[in-house]
Nanobody
Framework: QVQVVESGGGLVQAGGSLRLSCTAS????????MGWFRQAPGKEREFVAG??????TNYADTVKGRFTISKLNAITLYLQMNSLKPEDTAIYYC???????????????????WGQGTKVTVSS
């Protein structure tokens, strides 16, 4: 069983930065593909960024160039968010897939393990 826990959300002004963390237990990242998703009020959950167990990354077009996903070590994952915009306001979720793969999966339905979410609010 894999468990993931996010942290690092908060309130920030537009143009500012935040770093979200995700810690996994039960597996290490060499056996997991990880994704960050977000859900804004009244909207569907959407893919933000992902990294495979083989360290390939992918980003949503809306965050490309502003967000960076990286692994600190075998169990801790970061999402560095720069140049934040009010439309980035959402609950951010870390998710895991128990797969060794080379392509980032962007469909949230294919991730089996989810954290509880951390809220990010960007004020204008």
């Amino acid at each position: 069983q894999v468990q993931v826990v996010e942290s690092g959300g908060g309130l920030v002004q537009a143009g500012g930065s935040l770093r979200l963390s995700c810690t996994a237990s039960g597996r290490t990242f060499d056996l997991l593909s990880m994704g960050w998703f977000r859900q804004a009020p009244g909207k569907e959950r959407e893919f933000v960024a992902g990294v495979t167990s083989s360290d390939n990354t992918n980003y949503a077009d809306t965050v490309k160039g502003r967000f960076t996903i990286s692994k600190l070590n075998a169990i801790t994952l970061y999402l560095q968010m720069n140049s934040l915009k009010p439309e980035d306001t959402a609950i951010y979720y870390c998710a895991a897939r128990d797969r060794f793969e080379f392509t980032v999966v962007t469909d949230s339905r294919l991730y089996a393990y989810w954290g509880q979410g951390t809220k990010v609010t960007v004020s204008s």
